[in-house]
């Protein structure tokens, strides 16, 4: 696990509990499944860059 992967997915998770979200809510609303948006904030599995800005406007976690 890369420290710079760890780092952004404490920062959405961080984010995500703010806005009172569940992984649930945030997959839906990112178009991705919730065991993959779990991986993605335990620093475990890498989101290809090409589709941060799609998820992003999809997601409310900004």
Do not use: K
């Amino acid at each position: 696990m890369s420290l710079l992967r760890s780092a952004i997915g404490t920062v959405l998770r961080r984010l995500r509990h703010q806005q009172g979200r569940t992984l649930q809510d945030v997959a839906d609303a990112a178009g991705v499944s919730l065991p993959y948006l779990s991986e993605i904030e335990r620093g475990a599995r890498r989101r290809p860059p090409r589709s941060w800005p799609a998820s992003a406007g999809r997601s409310a976690c900004r």
